[in-house]
C-alpha cells in the first residue's frame, strides 16, 4: 500500500508545485498530514519516524533486563516507569508515521524482517545496575540532543510527538545521572561499576549521532525540508561539550585519551568512534542484534491471539451493524 502511494504521487510532481512546498518549509510553516507533499520527503520521513519508533520500542529491551533486578523498590518503580516511557513514545511515534498512509503493522514487519532499522546503540547488552544509570544519562541524553531541534521539523505530527516526547526523556537522563551520582559516590567497588558501565558506553553513544556528515547522503535535501535541523557532528560536538563536565563532576574519567579542551573552537577535540563497528552493528552482527529481534519477533508472535480476537470481534459488529441497516 505504502509503495504504491509513493510512486503515484512521484508521477504527479511538478516543479511548480515543489517550489510552493519548499516556500512553506522555508516560511517556518507547518506539513500536515493531507496537504500535498512530494514522495520523497514522505518516504524520507516514514523511514526516519518509522525507524525512531522502532528505536523507541526495541529500546525498552536492554533496561527491562534489569527491572526485576533493580537494588530498591523506589529504583525499580522509576525504572518501570521509564521504560513504559519508552512504549508511550513508540506508540506516538507509529501514530505520527500512520498519518503519511503506512501502517504499523507494516511498519513492524519491516523491522522484523530486517527492511528497517532501529539505533545501533540497543545492540549493546546492559551487564550491571550501572548501565541502568549510564544509559539514562548518555543514551537518552544523546536522544534528547538529537530531538530537541525535531521540535521545530516541518512535519505537524512528528513535531507534536517531540514535544511531548522531550519532556519525558529530559526526567530519563535525570534518573540516569541520579544513578550515576549514587554509584559514583558508593563503595569503591561501585564506583569501579560506574567507571566501567562509562568506558563500554561511551563510544557507542557518539555512534547515535550517525556517521560524519560527509559521509552522509541524504543530508542535504532532508535540511532543506527540515527534516533534519542540525548536521551529525554538530549535534555530536555538542553532547561531548555536555557530557564530559558531568563526567567530571561525577569523578568519573571519559575512556578517551585524545580528549582535550580546545579554547579556540570553544569546545572539546575528541576521538571519533570505530566506524567499522558501527556498520557491523547496523548490519545485524553487534552483539545483541539477534537476541534483540527475536524477542520482537517473539512478542509480535505471542500477541498473535489478541490481535486475531480484535478484528474478529471489529468484523463481528461490522456485520450485525450491516445486518440491522
Ligand atoms: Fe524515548
Ligand atoms: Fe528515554
Redesign the pocket.
Known amino acids: 500500500m505504502y509503495a504504491q502511494m509513493v510512486k503515484s504521487e512521484a508521477t504527479q510532481e511538478d516543479p511548480e508545485m515543489l517550489a510552493a512546498f519548499q516556500a512553506r518549509i522555508d516560511a517556518g510553516e507547518k506539513i500536515e498530514p493531507k496537504d500535498w507533499m512530494p514522495a520523497g520527503y514522505r518516504k524520507t520521513l516514514i523511514r526516519q519516524i518509522g525507524q525512531h519508533a522502532h528505536s523507541?520500542i526495541v529500546?525498552q529491551l536492554p533496561e527491562g533486563n534489569w527491572i526485576t533486578r533493580a537494588p530498591t523498590l523506589e529504583r525499580k518503580a522509576i525504572l518501570l516507569a521509564?521504560v513504559q516511557?519508552?512504549a508511550g513514545?513508540g506508540l506516538y511515534l507509529y501514530c505520527a508515521a500512520e498519518t503519511l498512509g503506512v501502517t504499523r503493522d507494516e511498519m513492524t514487519e519491516m523491522l522484523l524482517d530486517g527492511r528497517m532499522k532501529y539505533s545501533s546503540i540497543f545492540n549493546y547488552p546492559t551487564l550491571t545496575w550501572a548501565d541502568m544509570g549510564a544509559v539514562?544519562w548518555l543514551?537518552?541524553g544523546a536522544?534528547i540532543m538529537n530531538q530537541v531541534p525535531l521540535q521545530r521539523t516541518s512535519f505537524g505530527p512528528y513535531s507534536r510527538a517531540m514535544i511531548r516526547v522531550c519532556k519525558?526523556?529530559s526526567f530519563?537522563?535525570r534518573q540516569g545521572y541520579a544513578v550515576m551520582m549514587k554509584m559514583a559516590q558508593g563503595t569503591p567497588a561501585q564506583k569501579a561499576m560506574a567507571q566501567n558501565a562509562l568506558n563500554r558506553l561511551w563510544f557507542p553513544s557518539l555512534m547515535m549521532f550517525g556517521p560524519s556528515d560527509a559521509d552522509s547522503t541524504h543530508s542535504v535535501q532532508s535540511m532543506a525540508w527540515k527534516i533534519k535541523m542540525n548536521t551529525n557532528d554538530e549535534l555530536r560536538q555538542k553532547f561531548v561539550d555536555q557530557t564530559v563536565p558531568q563526567a567530571e563532576y561525577l569523578g568519573l574519567t571519559v575512556p578517551d585519551e585524545t580528549l582535550n579542551w580546545n579554547a579556540e573552537k570553544g569546545g572539546y577535540d575528541f576521538a571519533e568512534p570505530d566506524w567499522d563497528e558501527f556498520f557491523e552493528v547496523i548490519t545485524g552482527n553487534g552483539p545483541c542484534n539477534t537476541e534483540r529481534l527475536a524477542a520482537r519477533n517473539k512478542a509480535w508472535d505471542d500477541g498473535k491471539w489478541v490481535r486475531d480476537g480484535l478484528l474478529a470481534h471489529a468484523q463481528k459488529r461490522k456485520m450485525r451493524k450491516v445486518a440491522a441497516e
Open positions: 523507541e529500546g521509564k516511557d519508552e513514545h539514562g543514551v537518552d536522544a519525558e526523556e530519563h537522563q
